[in-house]
């Protein structure tokens, strides 16, 4: 594991996640550039985010609905040009959307950022109105 620190949150990078795709370098750095995630974990094919952690592995907590945390799991596929939205839980209002923004502007345009199971109860459709590239499936 590569940990980098950057501000107030840590990346840690698995080996086999290295060197890192460097759209999912900027959607690390972009998600611990917001001010309630604590860490950032990057495995090939994986990447979370939270303000919490679980666990001797230090695992980010992103289940949705979530009493507390406030985190992102995210499904990236380099090769596909696609990121899916796997779970998202904002115990504190806007960071859902901060989060959703944070990975939108690390992507290029013609990536895709899908999500496949909503389970939000409206999140989703909004961040659809704000952000046309969201693919609802």
Known sequence: MMTVVTG????VVSRKAQPLHPVTKKVADNLAGIDAIRLVKVIPGFLQASSEVVG????????????????VSLIVEEDREEIQFYEITSAVKGY???MVE????A?????????????SDG??????RRHRRIVLM
């Open 8 to 11: 107030k949150a840590q990346i």
């Open 123 to 128: 999140f989703w459709k909004a961040m659809r």
């Open 102 to 105: 944070a990975v939108l502007h």
């Open 96 to 98: 859902g959307s901060r």
């Open 56 to 71: 001797p592995r230090r695992m980010p907590v992103t289940k949705p609905g979530h009493p507390s945390a406030i985190g």
């Open 107 to 119: 992507m290029p345009k013609k990536w895709k950022a899908i999500v496949v199971m909503d389970w």
